[in-house]
């Protein structure tokens, strides 16, 4: 009984920023992501029945107690879903910063969902894959498939409608995807804890609400006529004012340093050269720049001339799960 999956992460042009059920991740509005082919997380489980409790290594290394338990919280429903009553040893390779707003999270809960679902003999459809791997991680639902993706919030009160659904192919439009590293410290507000905060707390909250569903509606509109111009103002304005709504929260805080400034005076400073990119942040410091193939070469120029940069990494669309021979 035993699997191994990866699984890459995704970066959300319409961002996913609220529960309104804590317990099953359920969102309070639909999101719109495009999975990255250079971050990936491979994960093997092997159920045991002599085990005591499940084993969790990151990175060839034993993972703490407090890890340890999130994973295996989330294998109970794995468990639960199966009948399945043995315990596993979980080993998992991140290759995305973990804690830096590049969506580790993401690949791994999706990469622990198929591998654990295969390992235990589910058979399941992406689409349920996608609700099993939302139980870890929201945005993890939308990293079972590539391309372009569409995570739907749902109305039901068990989330039976709330899954991720692919809109575009990988390969059907080809953007890239500049990931800036402008700071490699763990954030001192997790996603899960910022998120709460800024629903309870943020009288802004209930404007981003507004606003992102018609963001979303331009969004499948510039996906489905490919306007590049149209998709880039779409994504950049919605994060900012998905960002705007955390300086609204008690107490107000922001992911976003000096060097994240930076990045984006300079992508829109571009802009003014006749270099079309628009940025994206999720939760942490890091910036994502969204840009055409044939204008990736002089923005990566332009912008890993900043000193606080401190690495770009060139990405292009990636593809969805796919399941790995055990080594």
Request: with cysteine.
């Amino acid at each position: 009984m035993k699997a191994k999956a990866r699984a890459h992460t995704n970066i959300a042009l319409i961002k996913y920023w609220g529960k309104r059920d804590e317990a099953l991740f359920l969102p309070t509005n639909s999101s719109l992501s495009i999975t990255l082919d250079k971050f990936y997380t491979d994960t093997s489980v092997r159920f045991d029945p002599k085990l005591q409790a499940d084993q969790f290594f990151l990175n060839g290394q034993q993972a703490s107690q407090q890890e340890t338990t999130k994973i295996s919280a989330f294998m109970d429903k794995i468990r639960l879903l199966a009948g399945e009553k043995h315990y596993a040893v979980i080993t998992s390779e991140n290759h995305v910063p973990t804690a830096a707003g590049f969506a580790s999270s993401a690949s791994g809960y999706a990469a622990l969902a198929a591998a654990a679902t295969k390992a235990v003999g589910l058979e399941l459809d992406n689409r349920a894959l996608s609700q099993v791997a939302r139980q870890g991680s929201g945005s993890a639902s939308r990293s079972i498939y590539g391309g372009f993706v569409e995570w739907q919030k749902g109305e039901l009160e068990d989330g039976l409608d709330c899954y991720a659904v692919p809109l575009l192919d990988k390969d059907a439009w080809d953007l890239r995807v500049l990931a800036i590293e402008v700071s490699s410290v763990a954030k001192k507000v997790l996603s899960r804890e910022g998120m709460k905060r800024t629903v309870e707390t943020s009288p802004f909250y209930q404007g981003w609400l507004h606003a992102v569903e018609l963001d979303l509606q331009t969004m499948k509109q510039a996906i489905a006529t490919r306007d590049f111009t149209l998709l880039g103002k779409t994504l950049e304005a919605n994060a900012c004012k998905m960002h705007a709504t955390t300086l609204g929260a008690n107490p107000p805080f922001l992911y976003w340093n000096s060097a994240t400034m930076q990045v984006m005076e300079a992508v829109q400073a571009l802009r003014d050269q006749g270099l079309e990119a628009y940025f994206t942040i999720d939760a942490g410091p890091n910036v994502k720049v969204v840009c055409q193939p044939s204008q990736v070469d002089q923005i990566t120029s332009q912008i890993q001339s900043l000193d606080v940069v401190q690495s770009i990494q060139h990405c292009r669309i990636g593809p969805g799960i796919s399941y790995l021979d055990q080594e």
